[in-house]
């Protein structure tokens, strides 16, 4: 079901979103009521919509309705909270003050450990890269292409330097051979799985990582509020270990931080 407000959405609400297809959210992995980096989840709301609908929203209000979209569930779970304005359409974008509200979904999450991920590089740079918006056609087109190739997934480059940058829905981070942990600095999409583990320990640094250098790390990784931390086992003709025990360091890093209620 989703909901707005507590309340079933109705076609028309669905229907903007659908036709118009303006607005941004955020996913969380719910394990018995408590998701890791909730403030966190709740941050990238409240500043999205303060750049994208210029408004400013409660947290409080926010909270209950996750809270009362959340009722009765139990286990595991990927819940979705996208807002959006059921009154904006491609004729109004702009010119109306926006009253954007929560609309919230609830998906299974995946059971079982995932298999490593065998990606596609392809040089493209997401459009706002630093909003989690609903425009995910391309990402997905990208991810659609490599998949008929073979792969798993597609790996964004920068489309100047070729630095590597993120995954279609998905950051990426790599192991050096000291054991340095190396985030590519790079035009993406500030994670909140990204940032809980960058919060572990010291050894997380930024950097340019270009392309033709991937031969010089030990291992990579993937990581979004789904999926965790997922080894990259192959990224274009290039082979990681995705057993390196630097990656099992990381997933038990990652398990072991605190659900927020």
Known sequence: MATIHGVEASPDELRALALTGYGHFTSMHVEEGGVRGFDLHLDRLVSNAKTV??????????????????????????????????????????????????????????????????????????????????????????????????????????????????????????????????????????????????????????KAIPLDQIDRMQAAFATNASIGVRPISAIDGHHFDSDAPAIAELQRAYAAIPAQR
Do not use: C
């Open 53 to 206: 609908f210029d408004a400013d929203l409660d947290r409080e209000s926010l909270v209950a309705d996750i809270r009362a979209a959340t009722v009765g569930s139990t286990g595991s779970y990927t819940l979705r909270v996208t807002m959006f304005d059921p009154a904006i359409n491609l004729g109004n974008v702009g010119t109306v003050t926006a009253r954007p509200v929560p609309l919230i979904t609830i998906r299974p999450s995946h059971a079982g450990e995932l298999p490593p991920l065998r990606v596609k590089t392809v040089a493209f740079q997401r459009d706002t890269p630093e909003i989690k918006h609903v425009g995910l056609f391309s990402p997905l087109h990208h991810r659609a292409a490599a998949k008929k190739a073979g792969f798993d997934d597609v790996l964004f480059t920068d489309p100047t330097s070729t630095n590597v940058s993120e995954g279609s829905t998905w950051n990426i981070g790599f192991i050096a051979t000291d054991g340095t942990v190396i985030w590519p600095d790079a035009a993406v999409l500030p994670g909140v799985t990204m940032a809980l583990l960058r919060g572990v320990n010291d050894r997380h640094v930024s």
